[in-house]
């Protein structure tokens, strides 16, 4: 099956400055890549995704990016506020596999500092 | 559009009682939903997938006697922890793809905390 890594497992900034957090997966056919929010307590939250067709995906402070080749994406925070402390999770569904089979990493904690 | 309601947000049991947990999509149909098992600071597991009007899928190494799995309807899926110990104590959650095109993303419900006493 699908093998996701992570990484950094915690990221602390401070306030304004950008955050990069860094996914590698194992399967070539792996052809969507969502990222989600999680808040202590509630269950994720879909902020961005991409699917295999598209290199970069940017949506207002939030952006992410696939290299198909090297089987790495990334998610990318610019002018970060302290709201957006939580945890972030990478995940990757191989096609073929059944829809909605998300495959996840482990999990970044990221702390923005005021 | 494309929420997923899950119910409830927390519950404790006593040890040996049985917990159904509710996962309903509220404003889309959804003929396959998935159950996760978080633990704490862990990642999400995939525990099963749950299959309108047939019997759901598990994973491997989760007991389908012990967490069983009812998709009736294309709008509700339950999950059901019997004879419940203080190992299943967990976070879960359930979620929903929207019309199968992947439109909105894999929407995730609020999840539900169990706590075995």
């Known amino acids: 099956g699908e093998n996701v890594e992570q990484h950094p497992s915690t990221l602390s900034v401070q306030e304004g400055d950008s955050a990069v957090i860094k996914c590698t997966y194992s399967d070539s056919a792996s052809n969507y890549f969502p990222w989600y929010k999680q808040e202590l307590g509630k269950g994720p939250q879909l902020i961005i995704d991409?699917?295999?067709?598209?290199g970069e995906k940017k949506d207002q402070r939030i952006a992410v990016t696939l290299n198909k080749t090297a089987k790495h994406f990334s998610l990318h925070i610019t002018e970060t506020q302290p709201e957006d402390s939580a945890v972030y999770f990478c995940a990757a569904n191989p096609s073929g596999s059944t829809l909605g089979r998300l495959y996840f990493g482990r999990g970044t904690q990221l702390t923005v500092w005021p | 559009g494309a929420v997923v309601s899950q119910h409830p947000s927390w519950v404790i049991c006593k040890s040996g009682t049985s917990v159904k947990i509710e996962c309903r999509s509220l404003?889309?149909?959804?003929?396959?939903m998935f159950w996760y098992r978080q633990f704490p600071k862990q990642s999400l597991m995939l525990m099963a997938t749950?299959?309108?009007?047939?019997?759901?899928?598990?994973e491997q190494g989760v007991e389908k006697d012990k967490f069983l799995i009812n998709h009736a309807s294309l709008t509700l899926s339950t999950l059901t922890v019997t004879s419940a110990h203080p190992e299943d104590s967990s976070f879960y959650i359930c979620s929903a793809d929207p019309l199968r095109t992947r439109t909105y993303g894999y929407t995730f419900g609020s999840g539900t905390r169990l706590t075995v006493v």
């Open positions: 991409i699917r295999s067709n598209v």
């Open positions: 749950s299959n309108e009007g047939s019997k759901a899928t598990y």
């Open positions: 404003d889309f149909q959804a003929t396959t």
